[in-house]
C-alpha cells in the first residue's frame, strides 16, 4: 500500500499543476505563446512548489516543476524567476487579483462594508513588506505590497500613501454604489495625510493613535494619556475634535476601555458611530492573522534567504498566489465529509481556521490520491 501511495503523489502533484495552470491562463488569456506562457507555467510550478513543501526556499519552490530535471537545476530555475526583471506583480498578480476581489466583494453580505488593512512585517534578515489586505470572513488576504530594505522600523508617509493610492486605483471599478470602503491600521499609520487622502476618495477610516497625541475640543487642549476611565464605561468618544497641532478638524477620537487589551486604545477616525469605529477596529487584526498565516503557520516565508526587494516582493507574489488557493480550498471544502480526516472536528469551537484546514487539507488529499478541484468561483452561498 505504501508503494501505491508514493507512485500516487507525483501523479496528484502533476493533476494539480495542470488544474493550476488551466485556471492561470483565463486571467492571462489562452493566446500566450513563447516566453509569456512559459513565465506562467514557471508561477504555477512554483505556486505548486510552496504548496506542497510550505517553505520558501528555493528547493520547495524548484520542487513543483514537472519536468525531470537535478535538485541543483530546480534550485537555480527558481531564483532566476524570482530575480527576472519581466515578472513583477502588475503583468502578474494585478490581473489576478483584481478578479479575485470582484469576486470576493459580490459575495460579501449586502449590508456589509469593504475593509482594508495596511500593516507591515520583516521579510527575510535586512527587508521590510508593507501590505494591504482585505478582509473575508474574518480573515486578510493581500491585495498589493511594497518591500523596502530595511532591517525594522517603520515606512514613512510617502510609502503609506503610495500603497493605498494603488490599491484604491484596483478597488475603484469593483466597488458597488452600495457599499463603502473602511481603511484600517495601527498608530503606524494615523497621519494627516493618509487621512486625507482616504477623505478624499470618500473612504471611512479607523486608526490607532499615540497616547501622547495632541486633540484640541473647542480650545481646550488634551492628550489621551491623561483622560481617566473606569471599568464600567467601555470607550469614551468625542466627535469633531482637532487632531495634533496642526489642528487637523473634524476627527472623531474614541478612547477604547476593554477587558481585552491590556490598555485602553486611543483610536481616531472619521465615521460618525463609536460603536462603528470599536467593531471596525477590532477587525484589524486579521492582516495579523494572515501574515501569521503566510509566515510561521504555513508558507514561513519570512525565513527567505533573498537578497533583493524585488526577488523577495516576487516570492510574496508566489505565496499571495497559493494563500488564495488556500482560501478556495478552504470554502469549497470545509464540509466535505472528508474533514474528520483531516483534522480533529469539535462541536463547541473551531480547531483550526479554514485557511490551515486548506492547508492540511491538500496534503491529505496528495497523499491518498484524493481528487480536488480549484474552483476561483465565489457566491455568498460558497461553502
Same mark, same amino acid.
Given at each position: 500500500?505504501?508503494?501505491?501511495?508514493?507512485?500516487?503523489?507525483?501523479? *496528484?502533484?502533476?493533476?494539480? %499543476? +495542470?488544474?493550476?495552470?488551466?485556471?492561470?491562463?483565463?486571467?492571462?488569456? &489562452?493566446?500566450? /505563446? @513563447? #516566453?509569456?506562457?512559459?513565465?506562467?507555467?514557471?508561477?504555477?510550478?512554483?505556486?505548486?512548489?510552496?504548496?506542497?513543501?510550505?517553505?520558501?526556499?528555493?528547493?520547495?519552490?524548484?520542487?513543483?516543476?514537472?519536468?525531470?530535471?537535478?535538485?541543483?537545476?530546480?534550485?537555480?530555475?527558481?531564483?532566476?524567476?524570482?530575480?527576472?526583471?519581466?515578472?513583477?506583480?502588475?503583468?502578474?498578480?494585478?490581473?489576478?487579483?483584481?478578479?479575485?476581489?470582484?469576486?470576493?466583494?459580490?459575495?460579501?453580505?449586502?449590508?456589509?462594508?469593504?475593509?482594508?488593512?495596511?500593516?507591515?512585517?520583516?521579510?527575510?534578515?535586512?527587508?521590510?513588506?508593507? *501590505?494591504?489586505?482585505?478582509? %473575508? +470572513?474574518?480573515?486578510?488576504?493581500?491585495?498589493?505590497?511594497?518591500?523596502? &530594505?530595511?532591517? /525594522? @522600523? #517603520?515606512?514613512?508617509?510617502?510609502?503609506?500613501?503610495?500603497?493605498?493610492?494603488?490599491?484604491?486605483?484596483?478597488?475603484?471599478?469593483?466597488?458597488?454604489?452600495?457599499?463603502?470602503?473602511?481603511?484600517?491600521?495601527?498608530?503606524?499609520?494615523?497621519?494627516?495625510?493618509?487621512?486625507?487622502?482616504?477623505?478624499?476618495?470618500?473612504?471611512?477610516?479607523?486608526?490607532?493613535?499615540?497616547?501622547?497625541?495632541?486633540?484640541?475640543?473647542?480650545e481646550i487642549r488634551f492628550q489621551p494619556k491623561d483622560l481617566e476611565t473606569n471599568s464600567v464605561q467601555k470607550f469614551l468618544?468625542?466627535?469633531?475634535?482637532?487632531?495634533?497641532?496642526?489642528?487637523?478638524?473634524?476627527?472623531?477620537?474614541? %478612547?477604547?476601555?476593554?477587558?481585552?487589551?491590556?490598555?485602553?486604545?486611543?483610536?481616531?477616525?472619521?465615521? @460618525?458611530?463609536?460603536?462603528?469605529?470599536?467593531?471596525?477596529?477590532?477587525?484589524?487584526?486579521?492582516?495579523?492573522?494572515?501574515?501569521?498565516?503566510?509566515?510561521?503557520?504555513?508558507?514561513?516565508?519570512?525565513?527567505?534567504?533573498?537578497?533583493?526587494?524585488?526577488?523577495?516582493?516576487?516570492?510574496?507574489?508566489?505565496?499571495?498566489?497559493?494563500?488564495?488557493?488556500?482560501?478556495?480550498?478552504?470554502?469549497?471544502?470545509?464540509?466535505?465529509?472528508?474533514?474528520?480526516?483531516?483534522?480533529?472536528?469539535?462541536?463547541?469551537?473551531?480547531?483550526?481556521?479554514?485557511?490551515?484546514?486548506?492547508?492540511?487539507?491538500?496534503?491529505?488529499?496528495?497523499?491518498?490520491?484524493?481528487?480536488?478541484?480549484?474552483?476561483?468561483?465565489?457566491?455568498?452561498?460558497?461553502?
Amino acid at each position: 500500500m505504501s508503494s501505491l501511495k508514493q507512485i500516487r503523489i507525483p501523479v *496528484m502533484k502533476k493533476r494539480m %499543476y +495542470r488544474k493550476i495552470l488551466t485556471k492561470l491562463r483565463l486571467f492571462f488569456g &489562452k493566446q500566450l /505563446k @513563447g #516566453h509569456p506562457l512559459k513565465r506562467i507555467k514557471s508561477l504555477t510550478a512554483y505556486i505548486c512548489g510552496i504548496l506542497r513543501k510550505k517553505r520558501p526556499y528555493m528547493s520547495a519552490l524548484g520542487s513543483g516543476l514537472p519536468q525531470m530535471i537535478t535538485a541543483h537545476a530546480r534550485e537555480k530555475a527558481a531564483k532566476t524567476f524570482l530575480e527576472n526583471l519581466w515578472i513583477d506583480f502588475d503583468s502578474y498578480y494585478l490581473p489576478y487579483v483584481a478578479s479575485f476581489l470582484e469576486q470576493i466583494i459580490s459575495a460579501m453580505p449586502n449590508k456589509e462594508d469593504i475593509k482594508i488593512v495596511i500593516d507591515g512585517s520583516k521579510m527575510g534578515n535586512q527587508h521590510m513588506a508593507l *501590505m494591504v489586505s482585505i478582509i %473575508y +470572513r474574518g480573515r486578510g488576504f493581500p491585495i498589493a505590497w511594497l518591500v523596502h &530594505k530595511k532591517p /525594522k @522600523g #517603520h515606512f514613512d508617509v510617502n510609502t503609506h500613501v503610495t500603497l493605498v493610492e494603488q490599491v484604491a486605483q484596483i478597488l475603484q471599478p469593483l466597488i458597488p454604489s452600495t457599499k463603502s470602503v473602511i481603511l484600517l491600521g495601527d498608530g503606524e499609520f494615523d497621519s494627516i495625510e493618509l487621512q486625507q487622502f482616504c477623505r478624499t476618495k470618500g473612504w471611512g477610516y479607523v486608526f490607532r493613535t499615540a497616547c501622547n497625541s495632541v486633540f484640541y475640543q473647542g480650545e481646550i487642549r488634551f492628550q489621551p494619556k491623561d483622560l481617566e476611565t473606569n471599568s464600567v464605561q467601555k470607550f469614551l468618544s468625542y466627535p469633531n475634535v482637532k487632531f495634533t497641532e496642526k489642528q487637523f478638524k473634524n476627527v472623531h477620537f474614541v %478612547y477604547l476601555h476593554d477587558k481585552k487589551y491590556e490598555k485602553p486604545l486611543p483610536l481616531i477616525a472619521n465615521l @460618525g458611530c463609536p460603536l462603528q469605529i470599536i467593531r471596525a477596529y477590532d477587525q484589524r487584526y486579521s492582516i495579523e492573522g494572515m501574515f501569521k498565516d503566510m509566515k510561521s503557520t504555513t508558507f514561513h516565508i519570512h525565513k527567505t534567504r533573498l537578497k533583493t526587494a524585488a526577488a523577495i516582493s516576487n516570492l510574496i507574489m508566489i505565496a499571495a498566489f497559493a494563500f488564495t488557493l488556500l482560501i478556495k480550498i478552504g470554502v469549497k471544502y470545509e464540509k466535505s465529509p472528508l474533514k474528520p480526516y483531516v483534522h480533529r472536528v469539535r462541536a463547541d469551537r473551531p480547531v483550526n481556521t479554514f485557511i490551515t484546514f486548506a492547508r492540511d487539507f491538500i496534503d491529505f488529499c496528495l497523499y491518498e490520491g484524493i481528487d480536488f478541484s480549484f474552483s476561483f468561483h465565489f457566491s455568498k452561498n460558497s461553502s
